[in-house]
């Protein structure tokens, strides 16, 4: 099946400062791809669509400016979060939409995020 | 956008057969139902995908009845490396929105 590549699957940082995570569709083109957080115990929450060159469409209650979302070629999309805080500690996971039309989404491994 | 509903946590015993039921009342006439799982600290991982009847593959079957507004997971005899989160998607035009999911534990 597709395979869809996340980096780094762990980063630790400092509050105050910016990590990016990538999302790459190794051996397909995204034209859309997802961002979805997720806490201990809990769902998949999506975050936002993102578009190849077009900008990414955010869910209500997602900060566009603090989680900037790239999706710039057909196999890369880039989740940055600006100026993390404790609080954005979470598991964020992207995946990309095959070809066909049914709806399959093929996910990342997941990046974790602490911030200290 | 469809909303699903399941069971908020199963437990089971290795060798058992476990079913693992969704509802889906207002699934649209396009939308294909697709069943994931999840191991901790890890991305979903792609089980299963139906549109109406019986699909089978090597790891599951997936029972839809006429009407669609249920789907049924069947794991024909599950081992303890099946314990993980069992998610039910439905494919809501262009967004998809997962719920609550399913906790599985399987017991020795």
């Known amino acids: 099946g597709a395979v869809v590549s996340q980096h780094p699957s762990r980063v630790i940082c400092k509050s105050g400062t910016s990590v990016k995570i990538e999302c790459r569709s190794l051996?397909?083109?995204?034209?859309?791809m997802f961002w979805y957080r997720q806490f201990p115990k809990q769902s998949l929450m999506l975050m936002a669509t993102?578009?190849?060159?077009?900008?990414?469409?955010?869910e209500q209650g997602v900060e566009k400016d603090k989680f900037l979302i790239n999706h710039a070629s057909l196999t890369l999309s880039t989740l940055t979060v600006t100026s993390a805080h404790p609080e954005d500690s979470s598991f964020y996971i992207c995946?990309?939409?095959?070809?066909?039309?049914?709806?399959?989404?093929?996910f990342g491994e997941g990046s974790r995020l602490t911030v200290l | 956008l469809a909303k699903t509903t399941q069971p908020i946590s199963m437990d089971s015993y290795e060798g058992q057969e476990v079913n693992i039921t969704c509802s889906h009342n207002n699934i649209a006439t396009n939308d294909y139902i697709t069943w994931y799982q999840q191991f901790p600290s890890q991305g979903p991982r792609f089980i299963i995908q139906g549109y109406k009847t019986k699909v089978t593959n090597e790891v599951a079957s997936l029972f839809i009845p006429a009407d669609r507004k249920s789907s049924t997971l069947s794991l024909p005899r599950v081992s303890l490396s099946d314990t993980a989160v069992y998610y039910c998607?439905?494919?809501?035009?262009?967004?998809?929105?997962f719920g609550a999911g399913t906790r599985l534990f399987v017991k020795a």
């Open positions: 993102s578009n190849e060159g077009s900008k990414a469409t955010y």
């Open positions: 051996d397909f083109q995204a034209t859309t």
């Open positions: 998607l439905v494919y809501a035009g262009f967004k998809t929105i």
């Open positions: 995946s990309a939409r095959g070809q066909a039309n049914t709806g399959e989404l093929f």
